[in-house]
T-cell receptor
């Protein structure tokens, strides 16, 4: 069974530029998550989708971050404009359901904002 | 708000020695509890999880964890460390009566295994 796919794996941009990340979850997984992992910290949930609807986006900086999950499968996360403090690894995860479910993580996209 | 504390950001053990990684949670209602491992340049992988019933949970790669309600703890152990166990370990919680199942992670513990 294929795992969670993410691209690109690495991205370097200058501040105020925009960037987009793509995630393809495990087939059949209804729930999709985007996490931000800053160096030396645990992942922090940015947004959670159930099919193509948003379940939780309470920690998403909505003035610069946006995400969508069209057709309830693939998802994209965008940052516009990027700030230096956005340098982090962005992890995508998926699960069958929500409560007590195992989340399966992709390899992440490492973003460096200069 | 729910929080997770992992005592010790770095733990170093010798190969063959006991591994003990500590995790404490803050809520009065026992949450669902998880341990994930992250190898360099990879995503997180589930080691084990506690949802109900048995308080001693066995996971992959010889790891296990014991839920202790009185101590609000869920410490991870392995009787004998292997070089391949060197990685970052994260404890995470999910509130039992949440409608999202959102995970809240600790800050992580780096395990070093010395030959």
């Amino acid at each position: 069974e294929a795992g969670v796919a993410q691209s690109p794996r690495y991205k370097i941009i200058e501040k105020r530029q925009s960037v987009a990340f793509w995630c393809n979850p495990i087939s059949g997984h209804a729930t999709l998550y985007w996490y931000q992992q800053i160096l030396g910290q645990g992942p922090k949930l940015l947004i959670q989708f159930q099919n193509n609807g948003v379940v939780d986006d309470s920690q998403l900086p909505k003035d610069r971050f946006s995400a969508e999950r069209l057709k309830g499968v693939d998802s994209t996360l965008k940052i516009q404009p990027a700030k230096l403090e956005d340098s982090a690894v962005y992890l995508c995860a998926s699960s069958l359901g929500r409560l007590a479910e195992t989340q399966y993580f992709g390899p992440g996209t490492r973003l460096l904002v200069l | 708000a729910q929080s997770v504390t992992q005592l010790g950001s770095h733990v170093s053990v010798s190969e063959g020695a006991l591994v003990l990684l500590r995790c404490n949670y803050s809520s009065s209602v026992p949450p669902y509890l998880f341990w994930y491992v992250q190898y360099p340049n990879q995503g997180l992988q589930l080691l084990l999880k506690y949802t109900s019933a048995a308080t001693l949970v066995k996971g992959i790669n010889g790891f296990e964890a014991e839920f202790k309600k009185s101590e609000t703890s869920f410490h991870l152990t392995k009787p004998s460390a292997h070089m391949s166990d060197a990685a970052e370990y994260f404890c995470a919680v999910s509130e039992r009566y949440s409608n999202t199942g959102k995970l809240i992670f600790g800050q992580g513990t780096t395990l070093q295994v010395k030959p």
